[in-house]
């Protein structure tokens, strides 16, 4: 799912762990998916950013002056009002947009 799009709140909501965890039955099983998958969002955001950020790198000899630049401010601030990672992976597990597997259970259920 492509993180600009999502519709996950900007403020920390409060989620009833009990319903999130049905499908695994275990609350540590699905706080660990939602963190695994936010660890993904953030290494996405984060390389996007530093792709979009590296067209406004400057050379060694400028970095005495500080200068502004007005675009290079504007997509930080864009990144900067994404709701967090952690917000949109939750939102993703609640709406069943991650796929997930666990290699033990299916090693259990293939015996």
Do not use: C, W
């Not at 706080?31 to 955001?45: G, P, Y």
């Amino acid at each position: 799912m492509d993180y600009k799009k999502s519709n996950a709140p900007h403020n920390t909501v409060t989620r009833d762990m009990i319903e999130l965890s049905k499908d695994t039955g275990n609350v540590y099983e699905t706080v660990s998916i939602i963190a695994r998958r936010a660890n993904q969002i953030a290494e996405q955001m984060k390389s996007d950013l530093d792709k979009k950020l590296t067209e406004f790198s400057t050379s060694a000899d400028q970095l005495e002056e500080v200068t502004e630049n007005r675009e290079q401010i504007d997509i930080s601030r864009y990144y900067e009002k994404l709701p967090k990672p952690t917000l949109i992976a939750a939102q993703e597990y609640a709406e069943g947009k991650i796929h997930y597997r666990n290699p033990s259970k299916d090693k259990i259920n293939l015996d």
